[in-house]
T-cell receptor
């Protein structure tokens, strides 16, 4: 069965600094990979997704992620963080068909002035 | 296009009661999935419905059930509530759900508190 690991539960960055959130997955083949963001009291919003092809994926709000097959990783990056980016970020994987999505535990991002 | 709506947004119940949550998917979407979100367990998949049929099921006890209507609206029911059922219940819809590439759109969730 597939699994997703987000090793950082909490991350604090200064506004304007760069950000990298880590995600590792476990699956025999190439899964479909997603990053979602959840603001307090809200549902999840899709930031970006990877299915195949170019391993660097651009998303909304200035985020990007890079798929590295050799490391089974799909890390999320942003060059300059804004205070409004403070939220919880979830990496997710879908292996095979249908919509059985496995989520990571989430990384809570705090942005300080 | 209107997003996924969930009602009610907040619910307080006592142990032993049952509860029904409702989800209206985005117009044209036929797949509806349900998730339970708790601080300790994170987001866990409950089940997925497509054309009124349950296609996928997570590892939850039989107290958790759901259904989907012909207009794609879905309900989930939890019977004999336990304290541990306190959670945010999220509904997500997608067009067909027959491919992992289908993007899921999430509703704001229903916050259930069991006392």
């Amino acid at each position: 069965a597939q699994s997703v690991t987000q090793p950082d539960i909490h991350i604090t960055v200064s506004e304007g600094a760069s950000l990298e959130l880590r995600c590792n997955y476990s699956y025999g083949a190439t899964p479909y990979l997603f990053w979602y963001v959840q603001s307090p009291g809200q549902g999840l919003q899709l930031l970006l997704k990877y299915f195949s092809g170019d391993t660097l994926v651009q998303g909304i709000k200035g985020f990007e992620a890079e798929f590295k097959r050799s490391q089974s990783s799909f890390n999320l990056r942003k060059p300059s963080v804004h205070w409004s980016d403070a939220a919880e970020y979830f990496c997710a994987v879908v292996a095979g068909g249908y919509q059985k999505v496995t989520f990571g535990i989430g990384t809570k991002l705090q942005v300080i002035p | 296009k209107a997003g996924v709506t969930q009602t009610p947004r907040y619910l307080i119940k006592t142990r032993g009661q049952q509860v029904t949550l409702s989800c209206s998917p985005i117009s044209g979407h036929r797949s509806v999935s349900w998730y339970q979100q708790t601080p300790g367990q994170g987001l866990q998949f409950l089940f997925e419905y497509f054309s009124e049929t349950q296609r996928n099921k997570g590892n939850f006890p039989g107290r958790f059930s759901g259904r989907q209507f012909s207009n794609s609206r879905s309900e989930m029911n939890v019977s004999t509530l336990e304290l541990g059922d306190s959670a945010l219940y999220l509904c997500a819809s997608s067009f067909s759900g027959t491919s992992g590439r289908d993007t899921q759109y999430f509703g704001p969730g229903t916050r259930l508190t069991v006392l």
